[in-house]
């Protein structure tokens, strides 16, 4: 099977230009002005942009938490990522304390297997390190699970101590790997939960109201100065506010990376969402929505270079799930829908209000993952060799996000009504075309686990 996509604007982190596309099997085989190549299909995208196949890197598949599942499972998540023009996602596996790390891949290759749409790769959560879990890391290495998350929140259930955390971000160092961390100070936080339960608030703005923006910037730089200390490459998720963002810029003074991910929700929505009563519950994910100030420091951090990905850390949860909080914000599952709007809001927000460049929304959405993670130049460019992940964009198109049309098993959306320039009109998979104008052209199945390579911390 060869396809030739003809005169689309081919947009990369680095260029911008005009040419046609070669595919051959599953791959980018030439690259070229008025290619002369006879293909099986030709697709003219004169008018649109080419750029490479979205990469999420936080993602929560069929994930058990809080009490339940999130909501989409790797059919419908993978499903909806392709619809949204994102070609692979890394999803996170849990470890269960008391239980062995080859146990918690075992359950999630179980999960996975056979039932993507997409490419997917796993992050392994370390929730419990001890002798045994030490030995582990390198095995996980070997299976091309290269990146291993922690909590610093979630006590109990997820959270791991410093002690921990610097035992793991040693041995994660020697086996070459990364060590990534939801960064919030977890005992500050449930110390605030019970202070406002026991003063009988119990609504969801005080899930916003007991993660002040200093439990973030607090973690956020003490595990920034435990990555300095332990030499190891490290990436905080989902960051969200000015505080936590400064944490780091004071560990790049001296001259120390500390990769930083934040999502698409935290760019674009804010906590004035938590005053109406428990429709608010819609956004309860932690870290919560901040203010407009940290959309602003958020969005300069991105052209700063001080972030290098925006993901969506997709945990859905349907409405039924949400009012198993109705009398206890402490008792909402975490977590909110964004898989399938992440590129089409980038770049409608970003890239047509002017915040952002064109290849800088590359970079954020697609590269800049494939390279911390081991991954590139497989995934996250266009070139000779490169899977055939390609998003033909149309940049004019407008349309409205809506829970009617959108194709994540959630029954509400945190974007309903939004209108949004840009849409992903065709997607291709490695060489198939997985999305054609709103239309499935493939089968659950064909999604494949990505092994990632060893890592160094540099990009
Ligand atoms: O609210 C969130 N973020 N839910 C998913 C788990 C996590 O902390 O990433
Ligand atoms: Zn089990
Ligand atoms: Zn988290
Ligand atoms: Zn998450």
């Not at 994102?86 to 996975?112: N, P, Y």
């Not at 790769?121 to 922690?150: C, P, Q, W, Y």
């Not at 929304?361 to 899977?387: H, Q, R, W």
């Given at each position: 099977?060869?396809?030739?996509?003809?005169?689309?604007?081919?947009?990369?982190?680095?260029?911008?230009?005009?040419?046609?596309?070669?595919?051959?099997g599953?791959?980018?085989?030439?690259?070229?002005?008025?290619?002369?190549?006879?293909?099986?299909?030709?697709?003219?995208?004169?008018?649109?942009?080419?750029?490479?196949?979205?990469?999420?890197p936080?993602?929560?598949?069929?994930?058990?938490?809080?009490?339940?599942?999130s909501?989409?499972?790797?059919?419908?998540?993978?499903?909806?990522?392709?619809?949204?023009?994102?070609?692979?996602?890394?999803?996170?596996?849990?470890?269960?304390?008391?239980?062995?790390?080859?146990?918690a891949?075992?359950?999630?290759?179980?999960r996975?297997?056979?039932?993507?749409?997409?490419?997917?790769?796993?992050?392994?959560?370390?929730?419990?390190?001890?002798?045994?879990?030490?030995?582990?890391?390198?095995?996980?290495?070997?299976?091309?699970?290269?990146?291993?998350?922690?909590?610093?929140?979630?006590?109990?259930a997820?959270?791991?101590?410093?002690?921990?955390?610097?035992?793991?971000?040693?041995?994660?160092?020697?086996?070459?790997?990364?060590?990534?961390?939801?960064?919030?100070?977890?005992?500050?936080?449930?110390?605030?939960i019970?202070?406002?339960?026991?003063?009988?608030?119990?609504?969801?703005?005080?899930?916003y109201?007991?993660?002040?923006?200093?439990?973030?910037?607090?973690?956020?730089?003490?595990?920034?100065?435990?990555?300095?200390?332990?030499?190891?490459?490290?990436?905080?998720?989902?960051?969200?506010?000015?505080?936590?963002?400064n944490?780091?810029?004071?560990?790049?003074?001296?001259?120390?990376?500390?990769?930083?991910?934040?999502?698409?929700?935290?760019?674009i929505?804010?906590?004035?969402?938590?005053?109406?009563?428990?429709?608010?519950?819609?956004?309860?994910?932690?870290?919560?929505?901040?203010?407009p100030?940290?959309?602003?420091?958020?969005?300069?951090?991105?052209?700063?270079?001080?972030?290098?990905?925006?993901?969506?850390?997709?945990?859905?949860?349907?409405?039924?799930?949400?009012?198993?909080?109705?009398?206890?914000?402490?008792?909402?599952?975490?977590?909110?829908?964004?898989?399938?709007?992440?590129?089409?809001?980038?770049?409608?927000?970003?890239?047509?209000?002017?915040?952002?460049?064109?290849?800088?929304?590359?970079?954020?959405?697609?590269?800049?993952?494939?390279?911390?993670?081991?991954?590139?130049?497989?995934?996250?460019?266009?070139?000779?060799?490169?899977?055939?992940?390609?998003?033909?964009?149309?940049?004019?198109?407008?349309?409205?996000?809506?829970?009617?049309?959108?194709?994540?098993?959630?029954?509400?959306?945190?974007?309903?009504g939004?209108?949004?320039?840009?849409?992903?009109?065709?997607?291709?998979?490695?060489?198939?075309?997985?999305?054609?104008?709103?239309?499935?052209?493939?089968?659950?199945?064909?999604?494949?686990f990505?092994?990632r390579?060893?890592?160094?911390?540099?990009?």
């Amino acid at each position: 099977m060869s396809i030739l996509i003809k005169n689309g604007r081919i947009v990369t982190a680095a260029e911008d230009y005009i040419a046609d596309i070669y595919i051959e099997g599953e791959q980018i085989v030439a690259i070229g002005q008025n290619l002369s190549l006879k293909a099986d299909q030709e697709i003219d995208a004169t008018g649109k942009l080419v750029f490479p196949g979205g990469i999420d890197p936080h993602v929560h598949l069929d994930m058990p938490f809080m009490g339940t599942y999130s909501s989409d499972d790797y059919s419908t998540g993978t499903l909806a990522a392709l619809h949204g023009g994102t070609t692979s996602v890394i999803d996170f596996i849990l470890q269960t304390q008391g239980k062995s790390l080859r146990h918690a891949l075992e359950e999630w290759q179980g999960r996975s297997k056979g039932n993507a749409y997409g490419d997917y790769s796993f992050h392994m959560a370390v929730t419990d390190f001890n002798e045994n879990t030490k030995l582990e890391i390198r095995e996980m290495v070997e299976e091309g699970i290269t990146s291993f998350k922690t909590f610093m929140a979630y006590k109990g259930a997820l959270m791991i101590d410093d002690g921990q955390m610097v035992d793991l971000m040693q041995e994660v160092k020697r086996q070459g790997g990364m060590v990534t961390v939801h960064a919030t100070n977890g005992d500050m936080i449930d110390k605030l939960i019970a202070k406002h339960k026991s003063e009988g608030k119990l609504s969801p703005l005080y899930h916003y109201l007991s993660q002040p923006e200093v439990t973030e910037a607090e973690a956020s730089g003490r595990f920034s100065d435990m990555a300095h200390y332990t030499n190891v490459p490290a990436y905080i998720v989902h960051m969200t506010c000015e505080g936590a963002l400064n944490a780091v810029r004071r560990a790049t003074m001296r001259n120390q990376q500390v990769f930083v991910e934040t999502c698409i929700q935290y760019l674009i929505l804010d906590a004035s969402l938590y005053e109406n009563d428990f429709e608010g519950a819609k956004w309860v994910m932690s870290p919560p929505l901040r203010q407009p100030k940290d959309q602003e420091a958020l969005w300069a951090g991105l052209n700063q270079g001080l972030i290098q990905v925006v993901g969506t850390d997709h945990c859905p949860f349907k409405w039924e799930q949400k009012l198993m909080g109705k009398d206890d914000f402490s008792k909402i599952p975490n977590g909110h829908p964004a898989i399938e709007h992440r590129i089409e809001l980038l770049y409608s927000e970003g890239v047509n209000k002017g915040k952002i460049t064109l290849n800088k929304f590359v970079e954020v959405s697609s590269t800049n993952a494939a390279k911390l993670f081991g991954m590139y130049p497989k995934k996250g460019c266009i070139a000779i060799g490169s899977d055939a992940d390609l998003v033909i964009f149309d940049p004019n198109k407008q349309h409205q996000l809506s829970v009617n049309t959108h194709h994540m098993n959630v029954d509400y959306s945190g974007y309903e009504g939004w209108e949004v320039t840009g849409k992903c009109e065709t997607v291709l998979l490695r060489g198939q075309i997985a999305i054609d104008k709103g239309e499935t052209k493939i089968n659950k199945g064909y999604g494949q686990f990505v092994k990632r390579n060893k890592v160094n911390g540099i990009i």
